[in-house]
């Protein structure tokens, strides 16, 4: 049953993917958008014969706004060191989403069933596009869906609409089913997880417009044309990315329901072998030859070293749970002394005083301490 699914909605995705790279007429910009058809709420969520359980993650030891706080950072941080690399394009796409899944739990906390949840999601899911962009860089070996969308950002003539679909392909359909395997598709007492699963698909049409807009303001305006951002635009963005969210889960489902190696290899294999074909399928449209070098001349008097967001941030919280947190030491205001006293030990307790604040993991050297 989960196979046959899979195929029908791979192909009802491969055609909302050509529909959304190549662009499509559609009505006046500015029109309300279509409503968000929630057919994916409609299939139920099947038993698995695993049943693990969420837990701390890397960058996030306990679930709290700090850990989406720390990987909006991280984000940054990977957009503004790509520059106009066509890799950006991903990563700008993925900072909006995720500031968008924070200003959503911080607006409205009730907002999923299990916010917990979606915090260790996303620390996990995050983690994966972190360790394949750092194997990448070193040379490493990556997964197919992820080499075809490295491959193309490094040459060719794509656009930046298909630099945006192969990432979210790479990162969906090949990575979030492993981790949502991880965490568990139910919880303790057996019920579903699926609904909240589901509600991410309203986030991302909430996100789609910011999305387009960063990505067209600093890395190639023919987005405005693949991807107007108008009604017919955003249903056929919406579908293909809700068709390859529920592939996911029923492929979570399938590695959750893998009692051998030889069960979870072809698992696996099919998982691989999907995203793979997805990512040639998106990348084998290709503008005229010297696109490239246009999309570069563009990006190079665009590009914002101040990425555009989603908007302004909840105030972040005083303490972080994640790892890698830097505590800056308490700096002790100076004791007034009087002229011409000197004590003989002052200089060599103030040495001491300052290698034991450098010690403690301040992110900065603050020298001898004054008395």
């Given at each position: 049953m989960?196979?046959?699914?899979?195929?029908?909605?791979?192909?009802?995705?491969?055609?909302?993917?050509?529909?959304?790279?190549?662009?499509?007429?559609?009505?006046?910009?500015?029109?309300?958008?279509?409503?968000?058809?929630?057919?994916?709420?409609?299939?139920?969520?099947?038993?698995?014969?695993?049943?693990?359980?969420?837990?701390?993650?890397?960058?996030?030891?306990?679930?709290?706004?700090?850990?989406?706080?720390?990987?909006?950072?991280?984000?940054?941080?990977?957009?503004?060191?790509?520059?106009?690399?066509?890799?950006?394009?991903?990563?700008?796409?993925?900072?909006?989403?995720?500031?968008?899944?924070?200003n959503t739990l911080a607006g409205d906390p009730a907002y999923f069933d299990d916010r917990d949840y979606l915090i260790y999601e996303d620390a996990l899911f995050a983690h994966y596009y972190f360790r394949t962009l750092d194997a990448w860089k070193s040379g490493q070996a990556v997964p197919g869906a992820w080499r075809v969308a490295f491959q193309t950002a490094a040459s060719g003539d794509a656009n930046a609409a298909q630099d945006m679909l192969l990432g979210i392909n790479a990162h969906v359909q090949r990575d979030m089913p492993y981790v949502m395997a991880t965490l568990g598709l139910h919880r303790p007492d057996g019920s579903s997880r699926k609904a909240d699963h589901d509600r991410v698909n309203q986030l991302l049409d909430d996100a789609y417009g910011p999305v387009v807009r960063a990505v067209a303001a600093n890395y190639d305006d023919f987005v405005h044309t693949t991807n107007p951002d108008t009604p017919a635009d955003h249903l056929a963005g919406l579908e293909l990315v809700k068709t390859w969210r529920e592939n996911v889960w029923r492929n979570a489902e399938r590695l959750l329901d893998a009692t051998t190696l030889e069960q979870r290899q072809a698992v696996e294999q099919s998982i691989e072998s999907n995203a793979e074909q997805s990512a040639r399928a998106i990348a084998a449209i290709q503008q005229p030859s010297g696109y490239r070098a246009q999309r570069d001349a563009y990006c190079a008097a665009h590009f914002r070293r101040t990425p555009a967001t989603a908007g302004p941030l909840a105030p972040r919280p005083t303490k972080t749970s994640f790892k890698r947190a830097k505590h800056k030491p308490k700096h002790r205001r100076p004791r007034r002394r009087r002229r011409g006293h000197r004590h003989p030990g002052n200089r060599t307790r103030s040495k001491r005083r300052g290698l034991a604040h450098h010690g403690r993991g301040s992110s900065q050297s603050v020298g001898p301490a004054r008395r």
């Open positions: 989960a196979r046959g699914w899979i195929r029908i909605s791979a192909s009802l995705g491969m055609c909302a993917a050509a529909f959304a790279v190549c662009g499509a007429s559609a009505p006046a910009a500015g029109a309300d958008s279509p409503p968000n058809v929630g057919w994916p709420d409609l299939l139920p969520a099947l038993g698995t014969a695993e049943n693990p359980q969420p837990g701390p993650q890397p960058g996030c030891l306990s679930p709290s706004m700090a850990c989406l706080d720390y990987e909006i950072a991280r984000m940054r941080e990977a957009q503004q060191g790509l520059g106009c690399d066509h890799r950006g394009v991903f990563a700008t796409t993925y900072l909006v989403l995720t500031e968008v899944l924070r």
